[in-house]
Each structure stands twice: as structure tokens, then as C-alpha cells.
């Protein structure tokens, strides 16, 4: 387990449609792509983790305001993967949010990780959804 902690290339998996740790033949899986960590960082709510006190997304406030706007959710998903851009981790971030019904909000990141993949991921937020 301390290699895992010590080795700042990996990470743990975190499967993006579960969204939770992956075990595979009695291990943690881990991640050397920048994947699992950006969902760590809009998952995570904002100012929550003392170890990042300025860390994670502040999409999570989405669910308590009225009158949700899409635009507000591409400035907060754009203001949680910032330390990522800045750094070069990743690139050609794109944010895409259009509304569900009256109380979802489907929201979908796009970038490209300094191996060149690119990565799509998706999630939902509002009323009724975890």
C-alpha cells in the first residue's frame, strides 16, 4: 500500500460510470491517465478536503439554487479543473450543459491529456441524482 501513496504517476482508478475505486484480482486498480483525477476534482465538493482547501467543483451548489443556468455550470466545472490546465496535465477543456426535464442538468467535459488522448465524461446533476 505505500507504494501506491508514494508513486505520484498512478493514482487509483475511479470507474467513470460507477463512479467509485475499481478492485481487480484482490487490488486496487490504478490510473496513470489524468481521468480518475479530473473526476475527483468535480466530484469533490469545493473547499471540502483540508489537504485542497481550494480544490474541487462547485457544481454541487447547482443542486440548491433556483433558476439553474447551464452557464454557471461550464464556469464552475472550468474553475475545478484549472490547476490541471495551468500545470499541463490537460488541455482543450470543453464544457458542454443543457438541461434534462426541469431539474437535471446533464453536463459533459471534454479534454485531452498530455498523452494526447481524448477524453470524454459525462454526469448528470440536479434533483434526483446522487
Not at 507504494?3 to 475511479?14: F, P, W
Not at 484549472?82 to 431539474?103: K, L, N, S
Request: glycine share 8%.
Amino acid at each position: 500500500m505505500a507504494s501506491i501513496l508514494t508513486d505520484r504517476r498512478q493514482g487509483l482508478y475511479i470507474d467513470p460510470i460507477i463512479r467509485d475505486l475499481v478492485v481487480e484480482n484482490g487490488d486496487l486498480k490504478m490510473d496513470e491517465t489524468q481521468q480518475s483525477a479530473v473526476l475527483l476534482s468535480l466530484a469533490l465538493e469545493f473547499g471540502s478536503s483540508a489537504a485542497n482547501p481550494t480544490g474541487g467543483c462547485k457544481i454541487y451548489t447547482i443542486r440548491k439554487a433556483l433558476g439553474i443556468v447551464p452557464e454557471l455550470a461550464r464556469q464552475y466545472v472550468q474553475e475545478a479543473l484549472q490547476g490541471r490546465i495551468d500545470d499541463g496535465r490537460i488541455d482543450d477543456v470543453e464544457v458542454a450543459a443543457e438541461f434534462m426535464g426541469p431539474t437535471i442538468l446533464a453536463w459533459e467535459v471534454s479534454y485531452t491529456d498530455k498523452t494526447s488522448e481524448h477524453v470524454v465524461i459525462s454526469l448528470p446533476t440536479g434533483a434526483g441524482v446522487p
